[in-house]
Nanobody, 115 residues
Framework: QVRLVESGGGLVQAGGSLRLSCVTS????????VRWYRQDPGKERRLVAM???????FYADTVKGRFTISRDNAKDTAYLQMNGLKPEDTGVYYC?????????YGPGTQVTVSS
């Protein structure tokens, strides 16, 4: 059974940092890219960053230079290091893996940045 579980969210002041983790199980993690999305209340999820099997491939313009996506295939885990956080980064963050026609998300982790 494919499983993704995000953690590391919380309340932080503007300018602070958080490191999100996405622990996975039930599939060959090293063979798949990973995406991080953010969802604001009442809005669709928006792509924040992507990493291929080996390297980052995308950052949203709003996070370039502040966020870093990475992975540790030995731990079946993906990360999102978030520095210089801004109030507009507030939202629920989800990790995502696509396998063919199947699209998997974790339950999400809340990030709240106070001004």
């Amino acid at each position: 059974q494919v499983r993704l579980v995000e953690s590391g969210g919380g309340l932080v002041q503007a300018g602070g940092s958080l490191r999100l983790s996405c622990v996975t199980s039930g599939f060959a993690f090293a063979n798949f890219g990973v995406r991080w999305y953010r969802q604001d209340p009442g809005k669709e999820r928006r792509l924040v960053a992507m990493i291929s099997r080996t390297e980052p491939t995308f950052y949203a313009d709003t996070v370039k230079g502040r966020f870093t996506i990475s992975r540790d295939n030995a731990k079946d885990t993906a990360y999102l290091q978030m520095n210089g956080l801004k109030p507009e980064d507030t939202g629920v963050y989800y990790c995502n893996v696509i396998m063919g026609v199947n699209d998997y998300y974790g339950p999400g982790t809340q990030v709240t940045v106070s001004s």
